[in-house]
């Protein structure tokens, strides 16, 4: 989104109208979950400042291009949270945020998984004609595309679980907030998975070298 939630945090937030100078400015909301402790007041201003800069840009330039389609991500998943213990989906998961004219609620599934790979065609295909030809190894998130899984470093993920890949083995976590350890040679669907996940890696680091013309 910007750079400005980054080291060494040299901005200064007070004169731009952050409001909290120390921990104990928190809101009490905030001291209740434990966030005081977790992200100084300092770091935290630079979030709210990205926000805050994110949101101007935003109102500046819808009013001189009124129909522009904003879309907003994140290059990787959060260093830092709003809980001392992250489950395995709040510290994989990146921002995706479409905003604009004609952006209504219900455009997209709120319950659709995807990756960076699928921005692209997920907006070619809302500014297109329908029907236009275009190539990529990612799918529109639109309403009419069903993807059951989506792959990422280390990390498989459908609607209903979060799951990550090592060399030990596959840790799974539910929306049952519930972890197990699966052995992968044991469960064929989460072999699968990994099957296809090393697959995708492959393909990525083959492209890389070689480009898209290698046979």
Request: no cysteine; hydrophobic share 30%; net charge positive.
């Amino acid at each position: 989104m910007t750079t400005s939630y980054h080291g060494p945090f040299t901005i200064d937030v007070d004169s731009l109208g952050y409001p909290y100078k120390k921990r104990e400015d928190y809101p009490l909301e905030y001291r209740k979950n434990g966030i005081d402790k977790l992200i100084e007041p300092l770091i935290l201003g630079h979030l709210w400042y990205s926000d805050k800069a994110i949101g101007e840009f935003v109102k500046k330039f819808e009013t001189s291009h009124p129909t522009t389609l904003f879309a907003f991500t994140g290059d990787h998943y959060s260093r830092r949270y709003f809980n001392s213990k992250p489950n395995l989906y709040e510290s994989s998961s990146v921002p995706f945020i479409l905003y604009g004219k004609n952006i209504k609620k219900g455009l997209l599934k709120t319950q659709k998984v995807g990756n960076h790979l699928d921005i692209f065609p997920t907006i070619f295909e809302m500014i297109s004609p329908v029907g236009t030809p275009y190539y990529s190894f990612g799918k529109s998130l639109s309403l009419d595309n069903n993807q059951s899984f989506s792959y990422g470093y280390r990390r498989v993920i459908n609607p209903n679980e979060t799951i990550k890949i090592s060399k030990k083995g596959m840790t799974v976590w539910d929306k049952n907030h519930t972890y197990f350890k699966s052995n992968r040679d044991l469960d064929l669907e989460l072999k699968r998975l990994k099957d296809e996940y090393i697959n995708r890696m492959g393909i990525s680091w083959d492209i890389t070298q070689k480009g898209y013309l290698s046979k």
